[in-house]
T-cell receptor
Framework: AQSVTQLGSHVSVSEGALVLLRCNYSSSVPPYLFWYVQYPNQGLQLLLKYTSAATLVKGINGFEAEFKKSETSFHLTKPSAHMRDAAEYFCAVSRSSNTGKLIFGQGTTLQVKP | GAVVSQHPSWVICKSGTSVKIECRSLDFQATTMFWYRQFPKQSLMLMATSNEGSKATYEQGVEKDKFLINHASLTLSTLTVTSAHPEDSSFYIC?????????????FGEGSRLTVL
């Protein structure tokens, strides 16, 4: 079985500070991993995905994530937070490249303070 | 990017009534759509996979007679919560997959919040 755990349901950073959103996964097979963002009153939008190619994945809006098999982690980072980054972030895992069969984490709310 | 729209965005109904939620892909065709359910402070849970022109595939534990899914066209899937009860109150989210490949990108709707009194 697969599962995803997002550590911290709420993260608050100052504008310009480093953003780190944590995601750990459990999977009995090589996983495909995703990060989605949900802005208020909008649908989820794909930030980036890991599909067994490069372990450091670059996404949109300056975000990136690193797949660490030894730590079963796929943490999301951004060097400098912007006010517009305030949103809900979801980590998800799939046992295959089938993008529909996703198992989501509980989500992390990112607050960016001026 | 591609747009997926859900309607209604929120609905309140009495216990025992049925509620229909629509999911439309506005600018692309989607042979496959997915329905998720999200309880407060919990993750999205996949309920079913909706394929155009065929029966939906339900995840384990999801009552197919309770949650009726119809995908009659390449741009529209509907979820009907039949004989709704308070425990069905939740946030329902759909997604549509672009293209015919199962690796196509997913585009999500804004979600529909159902409250059953």
């Amino acid at each position: 079985a697969q599962s995803v755990t997002q550590l911290g349901s709420h993260v608050s950073v100052s504008e310009g500070a480093l953003v780190l959103l944590r995601c750990n996964y459990s999977s009995s097979v090589p996983p495909y991993l995703f990060w989605y963002v949900q802005y208020p009153n909008q649908g989820l939008q794909l930030l980036l995905k890991y599909t067994s190619a490069a372990t450091l994945v670059k996404g949109i809006n300056g975000f990136e994530a690193e797949f660490k098999k030894s730590e079963t982690s796929f943490h999301l980072t951004k060097p400098s937070a912007h006010m517009r980054d305030a949103a809900e972030y979801f980590c998800a895992v799939s046992r295959s490249s089938n993008t529909g069969k996703l198992i989501f984490g509980q989500g992390t709310t990112l607050q960016v303070k001026p | 990017g591609a747009v997926v729209s859900q309607h209604p965005s929120w609905v309140i109904c009495k216990s025992g009534t049925s509620v229909k939620i629509e999911c439309r892909s506005l600018d692309f065709q989607a042979t496959t759509m997915f329905w998720y359910r999200q309880f407060p402070k919990q993750s999205l849970m996949l309920m079913a996979t909706s394929n155009e022109g065929s029966k939906a595939t339900y995840e384990q534990g999801v009552e197919k007679d309770k949650f009726l899914i119809n995908h009659a066209s390449l741009t529209l899937s509907t979820l009907t919560v039949t004989s709704a009860h308070p425990e069905d109150s939740s946030f329902y989210i759909c997604s549509a997959r672009a293209g015919i490949s199962n690796t196509g990108e997913l585009f999500f709707g804004e979600g529909s919040r159902l409250t059953v009194l």
